[in-house]
C-alpha cells in the first residue's frame, strides 16, 4: 500500500486516535530520526558513534504516536520477535555447532541434533530476521522518511489515509505557516488555506500577534491568489504596527511592494522595496527585490 507524505513543521501534533486502525488510543510509540548532523558522526565513530549522537538531547526528532492497545501489541510481539531472532540465531549457530563437532564419541544422532540447531540459527539469522524487520517496518504507522534541519521540518509516511486526512486538518493552521515562511507548496486549495489562517484575525484586537500573523499570512495568500487588492488591506494593517511587538513589519513591506507592483503602483512599490533592500538580511528576498527595482527603474 502505497503511503501518504507530507512535509511538516517539528511542532505538530498527533490526533489522539490510534494512527493504524484510528480506534481511540491509549498507548504510545515513540518515532525518530536522527539529525543530519548527527548523523555525520557515522563517519568519524561508526554505528557506535551515529546511535550516541542520535541519541543524546536534540540529536534526533522524535514524535509519540498514539496506538490502540491491540496495534500497540502486534508491534510489540513483533519486536520481541525480532529480538529472539537476534539472541536465537548466534546461540544456536554457536552451541550446536560445537556439538556437532564433537565426533569423537558422538552418536550419528548427536551430530545430527547439532547439523539441525545449527541449519535453524542460520535460518534465524538470514531469513526470520529480516522478514520480521520489514514487516515491522512496513507496518509502521507513521515513519519519517527525511529530516530537514535548516527549515525545521520533517516529511512524515503515513499508514492510514483515514488517519492522515484528520492530522493535516488538525495541523493545517501550522502547515500553512510553515509553508508561506519556507516557500513550500500549500498542501490545500488557496481559498481554504485563507480561510484557515484568517481564523487567526481577532477584529477587535487587530494588533494583537495573532492578529497581525493572520493579516500577514492571509496578505501573501491574497498574493499568490491574484488578489494584491485584498493582499494590500491586510499588509497595511501588518505596517501599520511598528515596535518589536510586531516581527513581521519588514517583510510585510516585501510582499505589499509586489503587491503595488501588480497593480501598477510603481512608486509605492519602489518605496518599501527600497526599505526592505536596506534593512533585511534575507539574502534571497533583498537579491529579488533588487531585481524588482531594476525593473521598476526601467519602467
Avoid at 511542532?11 to 548527527?38: D, G, H, I, L, Y
Amino acid at each position: 500500500m502505497a503511503r501518504s507524505t507530507i512535509e511538516v513543521p517539528w511542532n505538530v501534533e498527533f490526533p489522539q486516535v490510534c494512527a493504524r486502525c484510528t480506534a481511540p488510543a491509549s498507548k504510545t510509540k515513540r518515532v525518530q530520526r536522527a539529525k543530519p548532523s548527527s548523523q555525520r558522526w557515522f563517519f568519524w565513530f561508526g554505528l557506535i558513534g551515529a546511535a550516541l549522537a542520535g541519541g543524546r538531547k536534540g540529536g534526533s526528532v522524535q514524535f509519540e504516536v498514539p496506538y490502540c492497545e491491540d496495534c500497540h501489541r502486534q508491534d510489540r510481539t513483533l519486536l520481541w520477535a525480532i529480538i529472539g531472532a537476534v539472541v536465537l540465531g548466534p546461540v544456536l549457530i554457536c552451541g550446536f555447532s560445537a556439538l556437532a563437532s564433537q565426533s569423537t564419541g558422538g552418536s550419528s544422532a548427536t551430530n545430527a541434533l547439532g547439523t539441525v540447531g545449527l541449519l535453524i540459527g542460520v535460518l534465524a539469522l538470514l531469513i526470520a530476521l529480516p522478514v520480521l524487520a520489514i514487516v515491522r517496518l512496513n507496518r509502521q504507522a507513521v515513519a519519517i522518511k527525511r529530516v530537514d534541519e535548516r527549515a525545521e521540518s520533517v516529511r512524515l509516511a503515513f499508514l492510514n489515509p483515514s488517519y492522515f486526512e484528520r492530522f493535516w486538518q488538525d495541523n493545517l493552521e501550522r502547515i500553512v505557516s510553515f509553508a508561506l515562511r519556507h516557500g513550500k507548496p500549500l498542501p490545500v486549495p488557496l481559498e481554504n488555506a485563507i480561510a484557515t489562517v484568517g481564523r487567526r484575525i481577532d477584529e477587535q484586537n487587530p494588533r494583537s500577534p495573532e492578529s497581525l500573523k493572520g493579516y500577514f499570512e492571509r496578505g501573501q495568500l491574497y498574493l499568490q491568489a491574484g488578489r494584491p487588492d485584498r493582499a494590500l488591506d491586510d499588509l497595511n494593517h501588518v505596517v501599520e504596527v511598528t515596535g518589536f511587538e510586531n516581527p513581521h513589519f519588514l517583510d510585510a513591506q516585501f510582499f505589499r511592494g509586489q503587491a503595488y507592483m501588480k497593480q501598477g503602483n510603481s512608486v509605492q512599490a519602489q518605496a518599501d522595496l527600497s526599505n526592505y533592500v536596506q534593512a533585511s538580511s534575507d539574502r534571497a528576498r533583498v537579491r529579488q527585490a533588487k531585481q524588482w527595482l531594476k525593473q521598476l527603474g526601467r519602467a
